[in-house]
């Protein structure tokens, strides 16, 4: 049976009907299984979620789509920024004084 991917929405919503079903005095496991996940499941949900709205859910999601974008653009600068610095400092992979007039390495006839 697939798991199923929650939306940090959805997951918001479920952690209120939860704590409204406690509130009416339903208890913590039969309300959790009510929102059919497991417990442990909900209470990793709480500590990652506990205290958000709606709104902030959305800012925490889109501060982490954009922390993943410039971890992608550092890295490929920071590689671009090695390719650089190899070049400058002449650790090319082919040397051309080695290099014949036609192009081919000149160590091979030798």
Do not use: C, H
């Amino acid at each position: 049976m697939p798991r199923k991917i929650y939306k940090a929405e959805e997951i918001v919503a479920a952690l209120r009907k939860v704590d409204v079903l406690t509130s009416q005095g339903q208890n913590v496991a039969d309300a959790i299984r009510s929102i059919g996940v497991s417990e442990v499941t909900y209470y990793r949900w709480r500590q990652e979620f506990g205290g958000l709205k709606n709104d902030q859910v959305k800012r925490l999601t889109d501060l982490e789509t954009e922390n993943t974008r410039l971890r992608r653009a550092i890295s490929d600068l920071t590689l671009d920024k090695l390719i650089l610095q190899e070049a400058a400092r002449g650790n090319v992979w082919s040397a051309p004084s080695l290099q014949g007039p036609l192009g081919f390495d000149v160590r091979q006839f030798a």
